[in-house]
């Protein structure tokens, strides 16, 4: 179950004690055309909860992400986690910005921090956590540098780097 691995992803982050949990894919859309990289971030404030909503259907794998409708909003739970996320969010979102910056600079295309989609393991997480989208596979310029020795090296760099800058502020 896709929904159940994502959460055990950000358990065992929180068990663990990680200050920093970045998880690394390469997207994949309808459209051929698009490529480059992006971060997502967690952000649950209302205008991006309704944002959500209305997006929900653009996005085929519901195993990844938690819908509006399923979440208690008068939970504790959910009180915990947006008390996380107040917290969480600016450094959060730092980090999201230099990981984009950094893989614009090794060619890939920017397409910005990302918010609005209440991913699966950003939710569960008890510490700092962005997705970084690293390009699209159904781009075929974005899926040869993704899959070449240079831009796996520069792709790891680039991420790498982003994570000394974290710790260093």
Known sequence: NQNTDNRMRAE???????DLTVGIHANALNNT?????EAWVLSLDDAL???????????????????????????????KVLT?????????????QQ????????GLGN??????????ML?????HGVLVEIGYMTNSKDLAYITS???KKEIATAIADAIMSFFQS
């Open 99 to 106: 990981c984009c910056d950094n893989l614009q600079k090794v």
């Open 149 to 151: 020795e240079r831009g």
């Open 84 to 96: 996380r996320q107040l917290d969480n969010e600016p450094r959060n979102r730092m980090f999201a």
């Open 49 to 79: 909860m309704a944002q959500n909503d209305s997006r929900a259907n653009l996005f085929a794998d519901d195993g990844d992400a938690l819908n509006i409708e399923d979440l208690d909003t008068k939970s504790m739970g959910f009180i």
């Open 111 to 120: 397409l910005g921090i990302k918010t609005g989609k209440i991913w699966t």
């Open 12 to 18: 065992f982050a929180n068990s663990k004690g990680a």
């Open 123 to 127: 939710y569960y997480l008890e510490g």
């Open 33 to 37: 055309a698009v490529h480059g990289c």
